[in-house]
């Protein structure tokens, strides 16, 4: 059966998001094709068409999609994607907010955040924050999944020559309209894609104290991460949350500095290859999944690992 | 405006759920229930909004097995002023509560409803996507900070990349993200009036609605477990580890 890949991009070109995607999409066997929807992105259309093995690249070049609209893309990934036996986005903040709303279009009960295909109409998924992996069998004829792309590593992004066609949709609600946004920049790696994350908690005490983990940071080549406490707080802002309803990062090495492991912070970052975790209170429930605990205060250990590597 | 607020009775997010032996389904029974926390937020949203004057009245509704009364109970104990109570046993998929929220939406014509980006049960983050699609609705998701202003409402967002801000006309769907606010606790006394405030019970034949799921739980299970790890004595000891062992630095 046909498989549609909702692209992730930023109209110039494809968010890495999207490879993990078209990864999960290979699971089910089938031709795949990228749907990208925006405004002025004939790059990112570009970009998609090179990705190995995609079939081809569908366009909607469009002000309406300019900032993925729900209202508008759910209406076009709807009619597009009634063609196909699947529709697949990767489960970021964009994915979660159209898919659902494209399912409902069709009819369908989506099923969000997939790590495993079993078979053409099975799948695996976490549910209470990752604590009970479930088996779900879908009874929809079309199935509109997210995907968590940590789960699937991702197709190449070159080698590829897809056939691109331009979809003339121009679907305008008129009910919303894109105000402003704030985006964090940063020159270090981000952080759903980075080898190394280095997380702090409550245990920072303030937002100044976190350049001593960026300082670590750097060293490493790493992505910064928080826990939930250290966003409430203000120390740092909300794209940096790790967890049940923040982002789920895999990396090689983990490192939470100041967290105490509670399961909803577990929830994004339990499926890294190393942890390690550095706290002051041996009783952490952190130490329970960390495969290196240094039981120390991160004041004094975050300049010493800071010389040391 | 009258605001409709949906709120799901959950598992308490302190505790750990775990797979029953034979794999057939979570082991819940005797767990302690709570408001879905995002919809507790959800309703502390819509309580200032009247108390900003801006909203007239607060409609709370679950769709769910009787003991859902509980929850819509608290739910008015912090200041909502009427509960609609969609009883049944069957398991609820968003689909299902989509649906019934929309029939709900046609009775009640709310100028807003507001709804929790997630349940922390199923992890769906869908139901209030799935209502806008159904009922046209624009929608404002992952909300940490709502501003309603000429028939208008700016939603700003917790997106992967930081904040973005929409503007959705009026009727809308909010879903709420974790910073929107700070819910309040319930009094003795608002619990007590609570007790005496109108909660209507239907069911979804009443709204006309199937909600047999369409996706089925074949199994559950414990996610793969870590090996214990060792503790080490010293940053230099780590970074040997990390080195030498784990060869990841
Ligand atoms: C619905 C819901 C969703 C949630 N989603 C998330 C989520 O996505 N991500 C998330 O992280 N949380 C989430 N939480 C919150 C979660 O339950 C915890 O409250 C949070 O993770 C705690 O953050 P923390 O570990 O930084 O703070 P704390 O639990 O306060 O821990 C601070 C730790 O720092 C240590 N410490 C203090 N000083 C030092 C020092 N000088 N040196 C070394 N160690 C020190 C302490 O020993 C302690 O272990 C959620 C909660 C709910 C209810
Ligand atoms: N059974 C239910 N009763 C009332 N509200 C619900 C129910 N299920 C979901 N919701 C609402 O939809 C939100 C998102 O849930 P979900 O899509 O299941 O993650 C919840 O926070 C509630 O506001």
Do not use: W
């Given at each position: 059966m046909s498989i549609l890949v909702v692209a992730e991009h930023d109209n110039g070109s494809i968010k890495g998001a999207t490879l993990n995607t078209i990864a999960a999409a290979q699971k089910l066997g089938g031709d795949i094709d990228v749907l990208v929807a925006?405004?002025?992105?004939?790059?990112?259309?570009?970009?998609a068409a090179s990705i190995a093995g995609v079939a081809k690249v569908k366009v909607a070049d469009n002000a309406a999609y300019?900032?993925?609209?729900?209202?508008?893309?759910?209406?076009?990934?709807?009619?597009?994607?009634?063609?196909?036996?699947?529709?697949?986005?990767?489960?970021?903040?964009?994915?979660?907010?159209?898919?659902?709303?494209?399912?409902?279009?069709?009819?369908?009960?989506?099923?969000?955040?997939?790590?495993?295909?079993e078979s053409e109409n099975v799948f695996k998924r976490p549910i209470y924050a990752g604590n009970v992996i479930a088996t779900v069998e879908s009874s929809d004829a079309i199935k509109v999944i997210t995907v968590r792309t940590t789960a699937f590593d991702p197709v190449a992004a070159e080698g590829g020559s897809a056939e691109v066609v331009t979809l003339d949709a121009a679907h305008d609600e008129g009910k919303?309209?894109?105000?402003?946004?704030?985006?964090?920049?940063?020159?270090?790696?981000?952080?759903?894609?980075?080898?190394?994350?280095?997380?702090?908690?409550?245990?920072?005490?303030?937002?100044?104290?976190?350049?001593?983990?960026?300082?670590?940071?750097?060293?490493?080549?790493?992505?910064?991460?928080?826990?939930?406490?250290?966003?409430?707080?203000?120390?740092?802002?909300?794209?940096?949350?790790?967890?049940?309803?923040?982002?789920?990062?895999?990396?090689n090495l983990y490192v939470a500095v100041g967290i105490s492991g509670a399961i909803q912070h577990l929830a994004g970052m339990k499926d890294s290859k190393?942890?390690?975790?550095?706290?002051?209170?041996?009783e952490a429930p952190i130490f329970q999944v960390a495969d290196y605990g240094l039981v120390a205060d991160l004041f004094e250990a975050l300049p010493e690992l800071e010389q040391s590597v | 405006m009258k605001i409709l607020v949906a709120v799901k009775r959950v598992v308490d997010?302190?505790?750990?759920?775990?797979?029953?032996?034979?794999?057939?389904?979570?082991?819940?029974?005797?767990?302690?229930?709570?408001?879905?926390?995002?919809?507790?937020?959800?309703?502390?949203?819509?309580?200032?909004?009247?108390?900003?004057g801006i909203a007239s009245e607060i409609v709370v509704v679950s769709m769910g097995t009787k003991q859902s009364q509980e929850q819509i109970r608290t739910a008015m104990a912090l200041g909502a002023d009427r509960g609609i109570l969609v009883e049944t046993d069957v398991e609820l998929q968003p689909l299902a509560v989509s649906k019934c929220l929309q029939k709900l939406?046609?009775?009640?014509?709310?100028?807003?409803?507001?709804?929790?980006?997630?349940?922390?049960?199923?992890?769906?983050n869908q139901t209030g996507q799935m209502l806008g699609a159904l009922t046209g609705m624009p929608q404002g998701t992952f909300a940490s900070e709502v501003a309603i202003a000429d028939g208008k409402v700016a939603v700003t967002r917790e997106i992967d990349g930081g904040l973005q801000t929409v503007s959705l006309s009026l009727p809308a769907i909010v879903t709420t993200d974790l910073r929107l606010n700070e819910p309040r606790y319930a009094t003795l006394p608002n619990i007590m009036k609570?007790?005496?405030?109108?909660?209507?019970?239907?069911?979804?034949?009443?709204?006309?609605?199937?909600?047999?799921?369409?996706?089925?739980?074949l199994k559950v299970e414990p996610p793969a477990t870590r090996e214990a790890g060792v503790k080490v004595g010293s940053v230099a000891e780590l970074v040997e580890k990390l080195k030498n062992e784990a060869k990841v630095i």
């Open positions: 925006g405004s002025d992105c004939q790059g990112a259309a570009q970009a300019g900032h993925q609209l729900a209202e508008n893309t759910a209406k076009l990934i709807a009619e597009v994607g009634k063609e196909y036996g699947y529709i697949l986005a990767p489960a970021t903040t964009t994915g979660k907010n159209v898919m659902p709303r494209a399912g409902a279009l069709l009819d369908v009960q989506p099923i969000s955040d997939i790590i495993a295909v919303s309209s894109f105000v402003g946004e704030e985006l964090a920049e940063s020159d270090r790696p981000e952080l759903t894609a980075a080898d190394i994350v280095i997380s702090g908690g409550r245990g920072m005490q303030n937002g100044d104290n976190f350049e001593l983990l960026y300082k670590v940071a750097d060293k490493l080549g790493a992505a910064v991460g928080a826990s939930r406490a250290a966003v409430d707080a203000g120390f740092v802002p909300n794209d940096m949350q790790v967890g049940q309803t923040g982002k789920i990062v895999a990396p190393t942890i390690v975790a550095i706290n002051k209170d041996e | 997010y302190n505790v750990k759920v775990r797979p029953k032996a034979d794999g057939s389904d979570v082991d819940i029974d005797n767990a302690k229930k709570a408001i879905n926390p995002f919809c507790e937020i959800a309703v502390e949203e819509a309580v200032r909004l009247k108390e900003k939406v046609e009775k009640e014509n709310p100028e807003l409803v507001i709804l929790g980006k997630q349940s922390i049960d199923g992890d769906n609570a007790k005496k405030k109108p909660l209507e019970t239907i069911s979804p034949d009443d709204l006309g609605v199937a909600v047999e799921p369409r996706v089925k739980t």
